[in-house]
């Protein structure tokens, strides 16, 4: 099993949403996929997934209480036959298992303690046993949910499991150096992860940046703009790379990018091929991308050490 763990230093990156259509496109492309929600403070994920009983956790049986030790295991939608959305439900022949585990409403951030890490890594090895994929969405900045994740991943039990690192940051300045400190700064995860039993070179191979809702300048969003425009916007995407590539975020350390897509800005959703190709709500280019980076995260090559 591979384990991906995605997080990003900013709000509102398109973590969630870019991470729930790569699990769905896995799970099209026929790999047995669970998405866990550690987003503790907000666990929205069904929103995204369309399952209306979940769209803000589930009560009395999610992560929260599953970690905290109120329930034994935590609740698993099938998200092929709980969501809402029609595309979801009806399940292509050849898919995978398309499965959520939600967190519990209104649920909040809680304290690491031995047990919370036991009972996590307790789920994850029996998780292993089903899937071939799990992702693991963990909130933005420093939180309890990413030191868990290093905690666990840490551990020789774990050794078995792939661990990879997605780190979410839109195409901005800002974004760029706040997704720079998140992996590298002195309070980022390849400082914190040493305490965890980390090797250093080690997890700083399997941390890889995604840079979502990138409006390229050649986009045909903007075939109207003016030429001065247009000149403008081909120096400040110059700028940004070169941005990105001192701040460690260059073409070499990123898995792959999203485009900025009208219907997403609109609705956090999943981008069935329905949309692109018979109500055309969708750009193509969008459903590509998150198939490609889908088939990046098991694909050795883009893991490759530098
Ligand atoms: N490629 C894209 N083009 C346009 N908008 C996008 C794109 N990807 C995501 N968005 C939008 O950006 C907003 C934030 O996305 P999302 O909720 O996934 O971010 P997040 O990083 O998970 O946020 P939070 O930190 O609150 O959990 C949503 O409205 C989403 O639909
Ligand atoms: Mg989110």
């Known amino acids: 099993m591979t384990l991906i763990f995605a997080t990003s230093d900013k709000g509102g990156t398109g973590r969630s949403v870019t991470s729930c259509n790569m699990m769905y496109r896995r799970a099209l492309q026929g790999d047995n996929v669970c998405y866990l929600d550690f987003d503790f403070g ?181 075939t109207t703009i003016s030429p001065a425009k247009s000149a403008w916007l081909r120096e400040c995407n110059r700028d940004l790379q070169e941005w990105a590539s001192r701040h460690e975020l260059g073409l070499s350390n990123v898995l792959g990018q999203t485009p900025f897509d009208p219907m997403l800005q609109w609705r956090e959703q999943l981008i069935s091929d329905g949309d692109v190709y018979t109500t055309r709500i969708a750009a193509e280019e969008t459903a590509t991308a998150f198939d490609e980076l889908a088939k990046c995260l098991t694909d050795d090559s883009a893991w490759e050490g530098l």
């Open 42 to 222: 907000s666990p929205t994920a069904g929103a995204v997934f369309e399952v209306s009983s979940a769209m803000t956790g589930i009560v009395g049986n999610g992560l929260h209480s599953y970690l905290q030790g109120r329930v034994v295991e935590p609740k698993r939608l099938d998200l092929w036959t709980t969501s809402d959305r029609s595309a979801l439900r009806t399940r292509p022949v050849g898919s995978g298992a398309l499965t959520l585990l939600p967190g519990d409403r209104g649920g909040g951030e809680f304290a690491l303690t031995k047990d919370v890490t036991r009972r996590c890594t307790e789920l994850f090895l029996r998780l292993e046993e089903e899937f071939d994929i799990c992702l693991v969405d963990l909130s933005a900045g420093r939180s309890f949910a990413v030191d868990l994740a290093l905690e666990v991943s840490g551990q020789q039990a774990l050794s078995e499991i792939t661990c990879r690192w997605l780190i979410f940051h839109r195409w901005t300045r800002q974004h760029i150096v706040a997704a720079n400190g998140l992996a590298f700064g002195d309070r980022g995860i390849l400082k914190t992860a040493k305490a965890y039993g980390h090797e250093e070179d080690r997890l700083r191979d399997s941390i890889r940046f995604v840079r979502t809702a990138v409006l390229e300048p050649d986009s045909t969003l903007l």
